[in-house]
Each structure stands twice: as C-alpha cells, then as structure tokens.
C-alpha cells in the first residue's frame, strides 16, 4: 500500500514541497516525495563514507557456541564509524545537500547524543555551523556525550533552554521538566525557522533519512553474495525505525518481489512500545506541534516514556514508511525490558568483546531469543542484526546494570490512553 | 646489535627463562627469549583476532587538503577494537598462553587504562579471572575505564591499595601518594607471585608484547601492497614501545636489509622524554625493584612525571628492542608539547572525522609536522603513522584543552638528575 500523505500542521491538507522549504533543502524534499527505487549518492558524499565503510559484516561465532544453537547469527557493525553509530550515514548527505542549497548553519535536536555526534561531525566536514538541542536530562547523565559535540565545533543547548520561544515557555511553565525529543525537535525547528540560511535536520523518521540508512543493507546484501549467504531474519531495534529500516529494506525487496520468504523484526522497549502498542493514525513528530502530521504508529506527540538508559528508543512515533509496512504485514515488531537488554548485551560483550550501546542490545535480545527457538526447533537459521551502535558513552547504564540498581516498569493502559486522547483530528 | 640480556634484580647476573616463572608461562618466556624471526599465531587467538582485525588501512584524504600537502598521508586504525587499542592483539596470546599453562587468574596494573580493558576482554572470552591494580589518579580522572573493566568481570584495585604490602606500604608512608605505573605493577607482581595459578601479564616493553603487536604492521604491508604502495616514513607514539614496534618492526625488517630506507619516528611526550633525554642503561621495571633489571633507555625507576592527559606515555623506561633500535640509530625519537598534540588531534577530528586517545594524537602531530616539511621541499612522501585508539574516553581532556587549561609543563634537568641518579650498580 502507498504512504497516507504527510498533512501540513496548519491546513491539515497533504502537504506540498513548498511546506517544507522553511527547514529543508529542496534536494531532501524532493528524496522526501520520490518514487524511485534508486537514488545516486553524490560522490562528495561518498568519499566521506569511503573514511569509515564499508562497515564489517562480523559472525558471531562465540556467540553462537555459548548459546549452544545451530543458528548462524551475523551482525552488520555501525559502532566503528567516527560517530560510535550508524547515525553519521545520513548527517552527511544531510549536510551535503543542505550546502549545496546556500544553508550555513543546521539545527537538531539530540536525545541520548547519538544523533547531536554525527551532525557536529558532519557539519565540521563541510564546514557548516551546528547547533543542538540537547534534552536536559541526556545532558546532565552524558556529559561526555555533550563534549564531544562541542569538540567538532557544535553550539549545544540543554533543553528546554532560553534560547527559544517553545524552551522558554516550558521553563517558567514547568521549571522541572527534565526535557524530552518532542520539545527539543520544536525548539530546533523555531530555531531554524527564526534564522536566515539556518534549516533543521531530523536524524530518523523521515523517508530521505531511511533511504540514507539503505546503504547498510546494500553493504550487507553485498558482503552476504561473498560467502554466498542470506539472512533468514533481519532484526533491528527501533526508536524511529532508521538502523532498523537501513538494515532491512533491500533485503524486503527482495522478500516483496517474491524471492525470498526472510522474516523482519524490529525491537523497541517496552517502556515506549510504539508499534507493538501504539495506534496507527495522523499525528505531529513533535509536543509543540510544528511538524507535517504524518501517518504512524503513535503514543501520542505528548507521550514521555519512562526514563529508560536506551534514550535513542524513546520517541512517540515511527517512521511513516515502517508503521506502513508493519500494518500491512510485512515487518514483525516485539517489545522487550530493559533488564533482559542489559543482559543479552552483557553476554554479547563476554563473547564477542564489542560493548554495544543499550539501543543495539534490543537488537541483539531478539536475535538471541531467535537462536534460542532454533535451538529447539532444530532450524539452521541464518540470523542477521544491526549493532547500530558502540556503549562507549553508556558505562553508567552498565554500572546501574551490574549493580541491580536497573528495574523493569510496566507500560500502564492509562498512560498509553492518555497519549492517544491528544490525536489530532484530520 | 644484539640486545645486552636482562639481569635478575636480585643476584644482577643475567636471568634465565626460571627467573621469569613466577609471574609468566613458559610459551611466552619461550618467545621472550627467542631468536625466531617469526613465531607461528595459534588457531584459538586467531579465531579471537578474526573478530577484529584486519583493522583498515585509510588514506587521510581530507587532512592531505587541510594541510595542502603533496603528502600522502595514511594510517592504520587500531581505536575500532573492542577494547579501543591496539592493546587487544597482546591481551589475546597472553591470556591464552597463561590458560594453556593452568593458570586461573591473571593480575596486571594500568595507568590510562586502555590495556587493562583490553586484559579484562581477553581474560573474559578465555574463561580466567582477571585483578586488575589502577593508577589511582587515573581511576578517579576516567570512571568509564573502570566502570569498563567491571562490565567484563575485572576485579578493580585504585594504586596504591590495600591489598598487598607494597600498597600497604606507600598508603601508609606517603597517605596522599596519587600512584604510578611503577608502583601498580609492584602490587600486580606481588599479588601474582603470592597466589598459586595466578600469574603476572605487562601490555608493554617486553619482547613478547612487541612480537605479538607486530600483526599492526604485517597487516600493513599486506594491505599497502594491494595498493602497490609502501611508507617513506612510519610514525608511532610511545610509551613502553608496544603500538610503535607493532607498526614499525615488520618495515623495519626491510630496511635492516638494505631493501627500502625508510624513516622511523618514535614520538613521546615532552613530559616523559625517555628516548630523547633519558639515558641508555640498566634499569628496573618497576619503583618496588621486582622486576628484572633491563638495558633500555630510563629516566629512573623513582621518576614520576608530570599528569599530562596521555596517561599511557607516563612510564620511565622503554622497550630494550626499541631502545636498542633508537642506540643503534636505526630508529628516530622526538618530544612533543602537550597542546600541540591537542590541536594536531583535534585538526585531525575536524577532518577525519575520528576522534584520537592522547596518545595517538602525538603521532599525528609528528605526521602532521612530516607532511608540513613536503610542503616546502615539494616532497611526495608517503606517511604512515598508528592511529592506536579511540579517544571517548578522554572527553574531559579534550574539554580542558578546549577551554585552554591545558598548559605545557616544561622538563627540567634538575627532574631528570634526580631520577638517573637512582640507577642500579650493575
């Protein structure tokens, strides 16, 4: 089925390509819209992707013997970039195109500073100016996070912050909200639209960003043709569904073209289930309603999930592109607790030595979990994941870990009601 | 030249492989001594290996048109292992030689922290426990490495501690005492002698260690040879010598036959200028006295330098190969400032994208200063220098030089007499 169109915010009419000018280059508006199957990366673009891919497709052979499975489970490696995630492969066309448009200076918001990273870096290489709003709490509980963004040269904003209209509001309204991504998101899109030859830019959901993110799957496509290989299962975790859509499209076509039956699973928590709980409709990608109401699976834009150590899994909705292919069928989703995280990735360090980041680990949960099944089934499965990330910056959260300080809490209907009362009407 | 052998502290006649029983197993006594060219890598560490390495070979592009530099500009990145160095292609055979020994527990000392993550890896994939003593001003600059260490089972001691009566000793005498990689290999050799099936592993200076780094260069030359390449000059930082020789060593084989005449350029802190003003001389390992005695370049065993940011290059004495390699001439030495170390690295982060360890950076700076000189004699050299580790884990340093508190200590005569006059009579 074909994507319900974006709405804009005002009219709540399908949105044009002239909605978007205020924030986005035309390059990025028209990948946005296009119905092509392809689209040419720059060479300028690639020579900065030639520093840090093609990413190592690795087998996780110790991993497999510890879980005693005749599984073979393969995982596409996103945390050696210079970002420490796969996020630095859409700041850099990102970036590109909104130069090649006369743009100087890029907004963005950042929750665990995954995203806020690879913006600063990629800002830095093209020599744009950068500034980021940092949600308050990240800030406070990764200040390594926020240092590395200012080394690349990034402004960074703790949010909400005086810096704008929407930040300022919330503080003499609410002076202990500890922040969250829908507020940050609002703060740098008044930013963008309040500054000449200033744009925003959104590190997931979008379609111009999951077509960016493809290229991990291309790679993977690829590098599975040399050992002659193909997955059986893809698995991601999902936030707004980029690592895991970059991971997963080009395998789903070839699964929509009738070539192969490989099953799809995207991981989220389940302190923010979106698309194992929440409802597909029209709603806004931020609390301050700024955005084009899109078509998602969603919690509602004023849903604050508790404050679990994956932040980058901590948004209300979902790609328009995922929740469309979730509803129709061909992608899985599950939810999974923060303690079984932790100690599905606690296992993947002991055995393969990478710490991944808490994000990845809901990825490497349900790959184990897939292995496991084939150990009683029998199956030979070939199972592949996205490590979408390194857990460099994430050493407190182990340590909560370690020392039984790192509780589950159930996801209650009231909330995920009171999410859904604040839909838009369209 | 051959190496002048080491002397047992206590008799001062040269040791023999039972002297070193105690703390290693025989294998890697065994390749301490050998005269073999090349020592065959076992199956079980290249399995282990495999998950990482080849590690890439990458041109630097982008900082070759930052500096407009004829240049060509290249290194190997060894910062995207699990541990974050080079420090992992030791921790492997080490760990690995002492289990098939029977040896349970491995104890070790670390200053920035880099190789006791590495040992606490390996020690986790092999099955043996792992002790590891902590300089304790590192331990309380770098929370991360030991929350690190932790996360993959490592029993953390802060140096000088309680727990051996070295320790015991400086704690009482000297309650302020902020430790030294002296003093922490002192409890780390005490706690290994004192306990059956526990055994001693240092991640640098001895031969072992700087055979087993040696698949950074060979790796190199394979990978240069695809390209039909080879370097005119090969740049290391140095502490103990281990990320140096493993890089230098296998082009230096050719150059030792009349092959290729290429440079070498072993770079260390000012702070700690060991190959440049230290004296080439017997010396101990260690501050307690119980290591063998060795000939190598020192500046005294009682030598503390100043608390620079490259925690990793703060040790007294080098490598006896290295050191023998530097008398001999065939091996250049140079000492770098602090802050010019911080903006060669931080240059490089802006351009390459990775952010470097401290100690990298002074490798860059010297490969930096290398491409600067081809600008003016028009020179189309190819550099290559070790890009040894990540530098997530200095965020705070990079902050202080960011907000210019980093100032350059300068060395003074009056600190080196002190520290040579406590040389061994042997």
Chains 1, 2 share one sequence.
């Not at 699964?255 to 799809?264: A, I």
């Not at 919690?299 to 980058?312: K, M, Q, R, S, T």
């Amino acid at each position: 089925n074909k994507l319900a169109p974006p709405l804009n915010p005002q009219t709540k009419k399908p949105a044009v390509a002239e909605d978007f000018l205020p924030i986005f280059p035309p390059a990025l508006i028209e990948q946005e819209m296009s119905m092509e199957r392809y689209i040419e990366i720059p060479e300028e673009v690639m020579d900065i992707y030639k520093t840090y891919r093609a990413t190592p497709l690795i087998r996780a052979y110790r991993l497999e013997d510890a879980l005693n499975t005749p599984a073979r489970i393969y995982f596409k490696y996103e945390g050696a970039t210079p970002s420490g995630s796969h996020k630095l492969n859409t700041a850099i066309p990102q970036v590109y195109y909104n130069k090649a448009a006369g743009i100087r200076r890029i907004t963005t918001e950042t929750g665990a500073g995954q995203w806020g990273a690879a913006l600063s870096i990629a800002c830095k290489s093209f020599g744009l100016d950068c500034t980021v709003y940092m949600v308050k709490v990240s800030a406070q509980q990764k200040p390594y996070r926020k240092l590395f963004m200012l080394t690349y040269g990034a402004q960074v904003f703790s949010s909400p912050s005086e810096n704008t209209a929407a930040g300022r509001h919330v503080r003499k309204t609410d002076p202990d909200n500890p922040g969250t991504l829908g507020i940050a998101i609002t703060e740098a899109v008044e930013d963008a639209i309040g500054h000449s030859n200033t744009n925003y830019a959104l590190g997931s959901v979008l379609n111009h960003v999951m077509l960016h993110q493809t290229i991990i799957g291309q790679e993977a496509i690829t590098q599975f043709g040399l050992i002659d290989e193909y997955p059986d299962v893809v698995i991601g975790c999902c936030g707004g569904g980029s690592n895991f859509c970059g991971i997963a499209f080009p395998f789903l076509k070839d699964r929509l073209e009738g070539k192969r039956d490989t099953e799809f699973i995207a991981v989220e928590p389940s302190a923010c289930p979106t698309l194992t709980r929440g409802k597909f409709a029209y709603d806004y990608g931020d609390t301050g309603m700024m955005t084009p109401i899109i078509n998602m699976y969603t919690l509602g834009h004023n849903f604050v999930p508790d404050g679990i150590h994956a932040g980058g899994l901590r948004y209300h909705g979902d790609s328009a592109l995922l929740s469309q292919l979730c509803y129709d069928g061909f992608i899985g989703a599950k939810a999974v607790h923060q303690t079984d995280v932790f100690k599905a990735a606690t296992l993947f360090a002991h055995t393969e030595g990478i710490l991944p980041a808490p994000e990845s680990g809901h990825a490497i949960l349900a790959a184990i979990e897939e292995a496991e099944q084939c150990k009683h089934t029998g199956q030979e499965k070939t199972i592949l994941f996205n490590l979408s990330g390194h857990g460099f910056f994430d050493m407190a959260a182990y340590d909560a870990y370690q020392s039984g300080l790192i509780k589950d809490v159930p996801f209650s209907d009231e909330k995920l009601a009171r999410g859904l009362a604040d839909l838009p009407q369209v």
